[in-house]
């Protein structure tokens, strides 16, 4: 989370400090919380590290639990298949019309609040010498309001699919660690990564990896990518 109280996801390049996070795996990368990241599909996907302070233990319970209840009754995945095809004729009201029932669908499965939705047009993106950052989606837990950009940065065009669903998952999470667990803050610990994780790959109908970590520098972990697609 930014000091705004703001998920972000964010897309970057030409940085070598890492401040943030990739959510899921895949040839297009989508990252948190103004990630600044180099391209390319084997960017490394680094978890907060844990807080000093009193929310530690909040932290510590977040990475704790790496599983998230799945419904059963294909609801979400049905839904996801008309954000695909509203995508493909390039149609946002209908996008913003079904990422709202998928929203709705989870929320009620959840016992949480509904949170609204806005889907955007093409990406923000601020440039600098050295490096560029672009926004993909954020969440604020305030308002319970998620925004999703639908284009592309530079060539506004509609983005994939998957890179389209991982960030809405991605930050119906934060949602979820706000409403459904209670927690005071929403980390990219581990365990936020594995339920974000679980969550998209319901939802496309895709098989689920299991994550290998390596622990790095700061008290931060990192995904073992080449033993994650092993393991596949």
Same mark, same amino acid.
């Given at each position: 989370?930014?000091?705004?109280?703001?998920? &972000?996801? %964010?897309?970057?390049?030409?940085?070598?400090?890492?401040?943030?996070?990739?959510?899921?795996?895949?040839?297009?990368?989508? $990252? &948190?919380?103004?990630?600044?990241?180099?391209f390319g599909s084997k960017a490394a996907v680094l978890t907060d590290s844990a807080p000093r302070n009193s929310n530690r233990t909040s932290f510590l319970e977040s990475d704790r639990i790496k599983s998230l209840e799945l419904p059963q009754n294909g609801r979400l995945p049905s839904i996801s298949k008309s954000i695909e095809l509203a995508m493909k004729g390039g149609n946002t009201t209908g996008v913003r019309r079904a990422c709202a029932d998928f929203l709705s669908a989870a929320s009620r499965f959840y016992n949480v609040p509904e949170?609204?939705?806005?889907?955007? %047009? %093409?990406?923000?993106?601020?440039?600098?010498?050295?490096?560029?950052?672009e926004? $993909?989606?954020?969440?604020?837990?305030?308002?319970?309001?998620?925004?999703?950009?639908?284009?592309?940065?530079?060539?506004?065009?509609?983005?994939?699919?998957?890179? $389209?669903?991982?960030?809405?998952?991605?930050?119906?999470?934060?949602?979820?660690? $706000?409403?459904?667990f209670g927690f005071s803050d929403s980390w990219h610990s581990r365990g936020f990564y594995e339920r974000a994780a679980a969550l998209y790959h319901h939802a496309r109908g895709t098989a689920p990896k299991k994550l290998f970590w390596i622990p790095v520098t700061g008290g931060r972990w990192r995904i073992d990518w080449p033993?994650? &697609?092993?393991s596949a």
């Open positions: 989370m930014n000091q705004s109280g703001r998920s &972000n996801i %964010a897309h970057s390049t030409g940085v070598a400090h890492l401040r943030d996070r990739l959510l899921r795996s895949g040839n297009e990368l989508d $990252f &948190n919380c103004r990630c600044l990241i180099p949170c609204s939705i806005r889907v955007l %047009a %093409a990406r923000p993106l601020r440039v600098r010498e050295h490096w560029a950052t926004l $993909f989606g954020d969440y604020n837990p305030e308002t319970m309001l998620i925004r999703v950009w639908i284009r592309t940065a530079v060539r506004k065009e509609i983005t994939s699919f998957g890179t $389209f669903l991982s960030t809405l998952c991605h930050e119906f999470c934060h949602h979820l660690d $706000f409403r459904k033993r994650t &697609n092993r």
